[in-house]
């Protein structure tokens, strides 16, 4: 079974659309999915780029295309929890950090699931650590224990280390996918992706 590195930063909502057509796309394609945690921040200032808010506000028409475009793709797959979050952006640091405890104790996928719920579908300021801390209490994790362990050394790292080795890679931005060494960028790529797959 082939494996599709995932690139993703929760504060990305075009991350959070991938996230929900990633389950059907796994099935239809037979083909592992590997979720890579790594701040969109430290990538947006290490390629000297800027979130699309930033980037296309003085372009007339390219906001405005940008959210049909993401509206169509919200109807053609049928996602019906996307709520834009009103604190956004958020600064996503704890709940990236937190992911990385996740994965290294082996529930990645659960958090992944509360943390995408927490930003895009009931969205909160998740950069706010009492906010968090209520949030992932409210998802059925230790809180306290998370909020403990993000701040280790190891934690702070590899952190750093997944996002520096993300640039390394050709990385700009999220939602960024590999397959072997070919790098797509965007959620539209999923097409490219699978046509791959299936030649």
């Not at 800027?50 to 003085?58: D, G, I, K, L, T």
């Not at 992911?99 to 990645?108: G, K, M, P, S």
């Amino acid at each position: 079974m082939e494996t599709l590195d995932f690139i993703f930063d929760f504060g990305s909502p075009n991350a959070y659309l991938v996230h929900k057509v990633l389950p059907e796309f796994k099935l239809v394609n037979n083909i592992h999915i590997n979720y890579i945690p790594c701040l969109l921040g430290g990538i947006f200032k290490q390629t000297n780029n800027r979130s699309p808010m930033e980037a296309f506000a003085n372009i007339l028409g390219k906001s405005d295309y940008e959210n049909l475009e993401m509206k169509r793709f919200i109807e053609k797959h049928k996602i019906n929890n996307y709520n834009p979050n009103p604190f956004f952006p958020v600064n996503t640091l704890t709940l990236m950090r937190g992911a990385i405890v996740a994965h290294r104790e082996n529930w990645l996928d659960n958090y992944i699931e509360a943390g995408f719920h927490h930003m895009w579908e009931n969205p909160k300021n998740m950069g706010d650590p009492e906010v968090y801390k209520n949030a992932m209490l409210s998802s059925g994790f230790n809180s306290s224990d998370l909020l403990n362990k993000i701040q280790t050394n190891e934690v702070k790292e590899q952190l750093i280390t997944n996002t520096r080795r993300a640039v390394e890679k050709g990385v700009f931005g999220v939602p960024t996918f590999f397959l072997e060494d070919q790098m797509f960028f965007g959620k539209e790529r999923l097409t490219q992706i699978e046509a791959i797959l299936t030649d």
